[in-house]
């Protein structure tokens, strides 16, 4: 967690004139996400299951069990939800920064997997374009969505 990248989002949300009651900026811990405490609070909160209309992850995922975590995480959106990862590419950029942040870029087969085995379908990969360099060198998006039933 880098709290000045929370307090950053803080910012925006104010400049933008976003309500504080429709975005919450919270901490949590990927290897339990049902459980946040918001900036500037001291308690923990619980979320209930199908909860959000979109999970989004961007550099996160590598940081924590895969199947696990994925899973978590798609417990808490609604049917027909959208999940969105911005993760590491396996390339040689990718890999540098693997290093220096102490994890390894995930196949992008076995993130699919996991986002099967949670119950997420419509999986789709979609490589940055030269346009979004220099993410592009170093970033994958997988984007899904959660079964209706």
Known sequence: ??????REMERVVKKEGLSRRT??????DLRNPEKITPLGKREAMSLPASHFDAVVAS???????LTETVRRLAR???PGGTFFNLGLRRSPVGATLGMMYGVRPYKIADMRRAFER???????TAKLSVEEFPANLSRVAIIARKKTF
């Open 118 to 124: 949670a119950g997420l379908e419509d999986i789709r």
């Open 1 to 6: 967690i880098d709290a000045k990248m929370l």
């Open 76 to 78: 808490l959106l609604k």
């Open 59 to 65: 550099g996160a995922l590598e940081h924590a069990p």
């Open 23 to 28: 975005i919450v900026i919270a901490e949590s």
